[in-house]
């Protein structure tokens, strides 16, 4: 296979809620490897593009490829096991589990693996914090930790692409740096990132590339540092 | 090993009850009822515990179950031991044909739709008179008595059958509930949108649990038509004797335990038998009122279910064995 091949096309993609279309010919593609964020203000439909390509929006239109793999004709649940790992918007562990347990089932569509230990580990060197507190309840953990135990849970997929939907969302600075440093590792690591933040100053800091999103249509796109350099973006999202 | 130990005392136990009460009396019946409410009060737990749905439409299946074998017995002198599969069958059918549109709903609006289809089966089964008899209801047929035959001359039997159907359903909620099935809906009900994004068919888990509860809440209608001998669709296709009592056996006991559904049988069946044996004489509807508040008072009491009791109980028998 030749490397030009897109991880993630998008074309054209349309999708809503209840007959009502929030989001309008999408155009997204994706490289292996690339590290790329979508930013937009609240309510754009950053949240919706990521939930399209997860299926868990049921109605979409237009062309969704991962791989080369058509994946309107998948249902959500077979989403992981192509490769996809999505950490949805807010901190979502199941609170009366233990952080181990909330790893292991991350690996729930790969059960046969034989090495989710040394997964479970590669986490835990990522985010020292969850092995400290491997066998406390995620429920019990402070808003920063059960991020990192969510991103984690991703992570024991392995995924070719991780889908971080504001991941930072409501963390204190200094967790919120933690978790990008954390992100450029995952990336040098081999796993292409597609990043959706309001924040977008750190954002650009991490991605290669961005694209804007504005009530449901892209209207710029380019390499971070040109995006950084926007008087358009740095008027509507960094506040300047 | 050591954990079978106190379940093969408390089986005993139950099994030693009914040959110390009178086997003509009244109080084997209310131990029988007790029994046969708890199972199906399990069956319940399935979905209402472990899948969080609160179904307040169950008796559409357990009334269904009491019909199918009733009929088949009737119509083509079928055995009820068959005709209980046979009530199962359809009743899982039932299930998810009403599962399938109403899953997706959450909390009062799952309950409230279960309810609107429970009351549709209770009306369907007065009108189609040509197969149910209609309001007129159904006698069980008297036939020779007999094990093959499910006829009995008295209640001891009954309520054997209805002890080992409490085993068997209380086995299956167990088995269920520690297995990859229960850890789907574990997780589920921790936390639904994790669930869906990690990979699991939250749909499919949902309605797999729907048919099974519904399957073993049919199975149990021929328990309870074998023991009444008379029904008609108003008693076994009721909404508040039959689905919202199931409910509520499983939340007072304890939702998503395997003794809760026991514990709140053994409770609210009896109690509710003494409130109406005390107070009938008196004015009609109070020993209603009666039974409501004593549920408040022990909802109130234990918002979690008579199961922390227990709970409450072991952990201070260990510290006094730890200070011995
Ligand atoms: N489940 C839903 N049902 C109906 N409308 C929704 C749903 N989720 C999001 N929306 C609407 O879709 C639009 C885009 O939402 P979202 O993708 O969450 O935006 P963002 O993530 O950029 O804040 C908003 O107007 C929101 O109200
Ligand atoms: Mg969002």
């Given amino acids: 296979m030749t490397t030009s091949q897109p991880l993630l096309e998008i074309k054209r993609l349309n999708a809503g809620y209840g007959g009502i279309d929030v989001l309008h010919d999408i155009d997204i593609e994706m490289r292996e490897g690339e590290f790329v964020c979508i930013i937009g203000a609240n309510t754009a439909g950053k949240s919706t593009i990521l939930r399209a390509i997860s299926r868990l929006v049921p109605r979409v239109r237009g062309t969704l490829r991962f791989n080369g793999v058509d994946l309107t004709e998948r249902a959500a649940h077979e989403v992981p096991s192509l490769g996809i790992a999505h950490v949805p918007e807010g901190r979502h562990v199941f609170p009366d589990m233990s952080v181990e347990e909330n790893l292991m089932l991350g690996a729930f569509t790969a059960r046969a693996s034989s090495d989710l230990q040394q997964r479970m580990e590669r986490i835990f060197d990522l985010f020292p914090r969850t092995r400290e507190r491997r066998s406390q309840l995620a429920g019990t953990l402070s808003g920063g930790e059960q991020q990192m135990v969510a991103v984690g849970r991703a992570l024991m997929l392995q995924p070719k692409l991780l889908l971080l939907d504001e991941p930072s969302h409501g963390l204190a600075p200094k967790v ?3 978790m990008h440093d954390a992100f450029v590792k995952i990336h040098r690591g081999g796993t292409s990132i597609l990043l959706v933040e309001q924040s977008v100053g750190l954002a650009l800091d991490v991605a290669a590339r961005g694209y804007v999103l504005d009530s449901g249509r892209i209207t710029l796109q380019g390499a971070s540092a040109e995006l950084n350099e926007n008087p358009a973006v740095r008027a509507a999202y960094l506040g300047i | 090993m050591k954990r079978w130990i106190p379940i093969a005392v408390i089986v005993l136990a139950a099994a030693a009850v009914p040959l110390l009460l009178n086997p003509t009396g009244y109080w084997i019946r209310v131990f029988t009822f007790t ?13 209402g515990g472990l899948a969080n749905q609160l179904s307040l439409g169950h008796a559409a299946f357990f009334g269904i179950g009491a019909y199918t074998s009733t009929i088949l017995l009737l119509k083509f002198g079928i055995s009820p031991w068959l005709g209980m599969f046979a009530g199962g069958a359809l009743g899982g059918v039932a299930a998810l044909i009403i599962a399938i549109p109403t899953m997706r709903l959450q909390g009062h609006y799952f309950a409230l739709a279960t309810l609107a289809f429970g009351e549709v089966a209770r009306v369907i089964a007065n009108v189609w008179t040509s197969l149910t008899g209609g309001p007129v209801g159904l006698s069980v047929p008297f036939v020779p008595p007999g094990f ?5 001359k008295q209640l001891l039997p009954h309520a054997y059958i209805a002890l080992i159907a409490l085993i068997i359903v209380t086995a299956i909620f167990e088995v269920i509930r520690r297995g990859a099935m229960g850890y789907r809906l574990r997780a589920i009900r921790e936390n639904a ?10 749909t499919k888990v949902k309605l797999q649990t729907a048919v099974i509860s519904g399957v073993l809440i049919a ?13 008609d669709p108003d008693t076994v296709f009721n909404a508040m004797s039959i689905s919202i009592r199931v409910a509520l056996i499983a939340i007072i006991g304890g939702v998503g335990t395997a003794i809760g559904p026991i514990l709140g049988a053994l409770f609210i069946v009896p109690v509710e038998e003494l409130m109406n044996d ?7 509807g109070l020993s209603q009122l009666i039974f409501g508040v004593i549920l408040i008072v022990v909802i109130l009491w234990r918002p979690r279910g008579l199961v922390t009791v227990i709970e409450a109980l072991r952990t201070w028998l260990r510290g006094k064995g730890a200070q011995s």
């Fill in chain 1, 176 to 178: 919120v740096e933690e």
């Fill in chain 2, 35 to 47: 029994l046969l409410f708890a199972a199906m009060a399990q069956a319940w737990n399935l979905i």
């Fill in chain 2, 193 to 202: 949108a994790a669930a869906e994004v990690i990979g699991i068919d939250t």
């Fill in chain 2, 148 to 152: 093959a035959a499910y006829s009995f």
């Fill in chain 2, 278 to 284: 005390l107070f009938s004489a008196g004015a009609a």
């Fill in chain 2, 219 to 231: 199975m149990l209608g021929t328990l309870y038509a074998q023991v009444a001998v008379f029904f």
